[in-house]
């Protein structure tokens, strides 16, 4: 289980995650209690950022702590726990990503990428704040944002989100989504192009 080590970072000791790993195989309740507090704002982060509502973000990180619980016996820790755990963020948000355009076509997702430059308001996808750090702005700026990133195929908006938002590597994003390197920047590229096509007409304050 070396490349626990290697795997994408984490503030957790390798012997810390090796008994964690050791107890959820072993049904222990208290380690499926630690695990949860050690993640779970990580996976409704996540989840928050890929898909449109609250209530969704919460029933998916449910699941994905169900599908913890009950897959553990197959993780073989040839990556890291907490890289397996964006792995099935990513999967329950896919699966309720296409049940929510099934149903859903019009509505759109949530992800702040605005910031503040020289006195100026402006959408920057290629921004690397934090979003804590930027200012939320006016709720037609919002919704031009969000209805922008709505049209961005899943695989984009996940790459976006990864880089971006929770500030993984290249490595490490095309780690957890288990593609090549270079599938990863051309993904993040093809999403920043995108979004900078669709939102580019679009003037603050307009109207």
Not at 131 to 137: F, I, Q
Not at 140 to 157: D, H, S
Request: neutral net charge.
């Amino acid at each position: 289980m070396g490349e626990l080590t290697t795997s994408v970072r984490s503030n957790v000791s390798f012997e810390s995650v090796e008994s964690l790993v050791a107890g959820l195989k072993a049904q222990d309740e208290a380690a499926f209690a630690e695990v949860f507090e050690l993640y779970k704002d990580m996976v409704y982060t996540l989840c928050c950022k890929l898909l449109s509502e609250r209530s969704d973000a919460m029933d998916v990180t449910q699941e994905v702590f169900l599908t913890l619980y009950r897959k553990i016996g197959a993780f073989r820790g040839d990556c890291s726990l907490k890289t397996w755990l964006y792995r099935v963020t990513l999967n329950q948000a896919a699966n309720r990503n296409r049940w929510w355009r099934r149903r859903f076509r019009n509505r759109t997702v949530s992800l702040n990428l605005i910031v503040e430059h020289e006195g100026e308001t402006r959408i920057d996808p290629m921004c690397p704040k934090p979003l804590a750090d930027r200012e939320v702005l006016s709720s037609e700026l919002q919704q031009a944002i969000n209805e922008g990133l709505g049209k961005l195929p899943f695989e984009q908006r996940a790459a976006l989100v990864l880089r971006d938002v929770q500030g993984l590597s290249y490595e490490e994003v095309a780690e957890v989504t288990a593609v090549q390197i270079g599938t990863v920047k051309s993904r993040i590229a093809r999403g920043r192009e995108r979004l900078r096509g669709l939102l580019q007409d679009f003037q603050p304050g307009r109207g």
